[in-house]
């Protein structure tokens, strides 16, 4: 089945260590998000990506970085200028137009919880 | 930032019809109204999306309104399982825009 996955479900770090956090897809989706979710909170965009080797910054890209070597996968490192890093991490894809059907909907993973110790 | 305004919360008994509203007053032609729901500690879900007509698949119905500045997500029979957040998201039709969430919606169904 075709699908998001993200790994691992639950991640520990210690303060000053970088971290990267995988998401792959098998939707063949050109575009690909990371949002950070707080306790109580709504989804804030940190980084996207609409098609390989290229990505643009969200809302709270600071502290963070990506890649997108491939279409397939989008990889996000928080790395230790991150001051507050310990939050829920959802990763998304979506299809855009012209690539799929009229499906345009997001696909959304299971998320991964960073917790800093 | 997010271009839509949600109640914070909303209470529905179960087997009742749950009527989320959401306000988009700022909405372009070309931007469609999508909403999607997230159950606790999990990845949020698709249910539905909308340009100006309403809309209706398995999981809900879409109304919005002719002017398109707002629309309201029903669940016809609301269950138990159908506790959680409730995002209603505008997205340019393009689809070169990334979705911004706002807080959203949190929806108690009470037995």
């Known amino acids: 089945d075709g699908g998001i996955t993200q790994s691992p479900k639950y991640l520990f770090r210690k303060e000053g260590q970088n971290v990267t956090l995988s998401c792959e897809q098998n939707?063949?989706?050109?575009?690909m998000y990371w949002y950070r979710q707080d306790p109580g909170q709504g989804l804030r965009l940190i980084y996207y990506?609409?098609?390989?080797?290229?990505?643009q910054k969200g809302d709270i890209a600071e502290g963070y970085s990506v890649s997108r070597e491939k279409k397939e996968s989008f990889p996000l490192t928080v790395t230790s200028a991150q001051k507050n890093p310990t939050a829920f991490y959802l990763c998304?894809?979506?299809?855009?137009?012209?690539?799929?059907?009229?499906?345009?909907?997001?696909?959304f993973g299971q998320g991964t919880r960073l917790t800093v110790v | 930032d997010a271009k839509t305004t949600q109640p914070t919360s909303m209470d529905c008994a179960e087997g009742r019809a749950a009527n989320l509203p959401c306000n988009h007053s700022t909405i372009s032609g070309n931007e469609y109204v999508y909403w999607y729901r997230q159950i606790h500690s999990q990845g949020p879900q698709y249910i539905i999306h909308g340009l100006k007509n309403n809309e209706t698949n398995e999981m809900a119905s879409l109304i919005i309104t002719e002017d398109r500045k707002s629309s309201t997500l029903i669940l016809p029979h609301a269950t138990l399982r159908d506790t959680a957040v409730y995002y209603c998201?505008?997205?340019?039709?393009?689809?070169?825009?990334?979705?911004?969430f706002g807080k959203g919606t949190r929806l108690s169904v009470i037995a």
């Open positions: 990506s609409q098609i390989v080797n290229d990505f």
């Open positions: 939707l063949n989706h050109d575009a």
């Open positions: 998304a894809s979506t299809p855009l137009p012209g690539q799929a059907s009229s499906n345009t909907e997001a696909f």
């Open positions: 998201i505008v997205r340019d039709v393009s689809g070169n825009t990334p979705l911004v």
